[in-house]
């Protein structure tokens, strides 16, 4: 039936209801069938910086759990790698304890463990993860370490203690007047009255392509004087006088230590694992346990003699030391990750909780308001119908 003006408003006021119910209708049947209240944030527009808030909080804390996650991994690598390091210390730990009471045969048996036991703490200590060297800082386009690098100098080392230095060499048994050291051809007098610190000096000032220090033997603790050659040279040693046999003077190597065979950085790795908390973790391998191990080794595997292989168990035991703490402080650093993470997952529950309460339709409630709204509708399309049925005609008979 065509509208007429009298009716017109009235009409249309039903019709605008009507067709608002039915859009609610709508809306509450994708709420019901989809589970949540709205596929966009206009939906929710009451709700949505709330929403969006939350939802940023989440998004960061799935990074910090990934960062976590990763961390966790490394360290427990890392922790792997030091502890097949320490294994293999301790195996040789016994082997070289054993050959320094050993025959020749059993001494150039333990030169071909020490360079095999080299071998596999260099594949460990280059140890990858995702592309990353593990020991290496936080430089990741290079080995961690090259043991090429790692030279042995010539060395001679006296076998009695000097002490501090302040010894006068009458005291160690040298004789009056002193004598002469020819070291690589250039000459060195000594006194007899003159104490080890002295004699230390002279040498190094003497510019013979060898430097002297007073070095402690890493397995009795006591103070040696130590001579080797500098710049990967010679060292040949003669004396003229009784200092070299005073002091029982034999071929051993006691280097310092020397961390050329490092080729990454002095930075750790780290991770953001929280809002607050910034890791820094792991080992790198210029850690002393591993520049100490190294060096025994080194000795064991180019060395046999019994002073030779006493320096090198000396260096390997203090190595297993160091090597506890090492393991220690990668345990710590993996706890406090793990603690973190368990903090973030319990606060991720907490967000995706938050988010739901935000997005999420409460179903029975949906489907309760939606049965009201079409009961509303049948009415209002009754009332529709019925008022363009209607006329003044109807009123005046």
Do not use: C
């Amino acid at each position: 039936m065509i509208g007429r003006v009298a009716t017109f408003t009235n009409h249309n006021l039903l019709t605008n209801q009507a067709l608002g119910q039915a859009s609610n209708i709508v809306d509450l049947r994708n709420q019901a069938s989809s589970g949540y209240k709205s596929r966009d944030y206009a939906g929710i527009a009451s709700e949505a910086q709330g929403l969006l808030s939350f939802e940023n909080n989440l998004n960061r804390l799935e990074q910090y759990n990934r960062n976590g996650v990763q961390t966790s991994l490394r360290l427990k690598s890392m922790e792997t790698a030091v502890s097949n390091i320490l294994e293999l210390a301790t195996d040789m730990q016994a082997q070289i304890l054993s050959a320094t009471n050993a025959d020749q045969a059993d001494e150039a048996a333990i030169n071909i463990s020490a360079r095999s036991a080299l071998e596999q703490l260099e594949v460990l200590l280059n140890t990858k993860l995702d592309g990353r060297y593990l020991f290496g800082g936080s430089d990741t386009g290079s080995s961690a370490v090259n043991f090429d690098n790692v030279v042995l100098p010539e060395t001679q080392m006296s076998e009695r203690s000097v002490g501090d230095g302040t010894a006068t060499l009458a005291s160690l048994g040298v004789t009056a007047p002193g004598g002469t050291l020819d070291i690589n051809g250039t000459l060195i007098p000594y006194t007899d009255a003159q104490d080890v610190q002295t004699l230390v000096n002279d040498i190094n000032a003497a510019g013979a392509g060898a430097t002297a220090t007073l070095r402690q033997d890493p397995e009795g603790g006591e103070v040696k004087l130590v001579i080797e050659a500098t710049g990967g040279g010679p060292l040949a040693i003669a004396d003229i006088g009784n200092l070299q046999t005073s002091l029982s003077m034999v071929s051993a190597p006691n280097p310092a230590a020397d961390y050329a065979y490092y080729e990454g950085n002095q930075q750790k790795l780290s991770a953001r694992l929280n809002e607050e908390f910034t890791i820094e973790y792991g080992i790198n391998a210029d850690e002393s346990a591993f520049e100490e191990l190294i060096r025994g080794l080194k000795i064991a595997a180019e060395t046999g003699n019994p002073a030779s292989l006493n320096v090198a168990l000396g260096h390997v035991k203090n190595a297993i030391k160091s090597l506890t703490d090492v393991q220690t402080s990668i345990g710590v650093d993996l706890h406090n990750t793990e603690n973190v993470q368990s903090q973030n997952t319990d606060l991720k529950l907490f967000y995706e909780e938050a988010v739901t309460s935000f997005e999420a339709a409460d179903i029975p409630s949906t489907i309760a308001i939606l049965a009201q709204y079409e009961t509303s509708l049948q009415a209002s399309y009754m009332v529709l119908n019925k008022s363009t049925q209607l006329s003044l005609t109807d009123y005046l008979r």
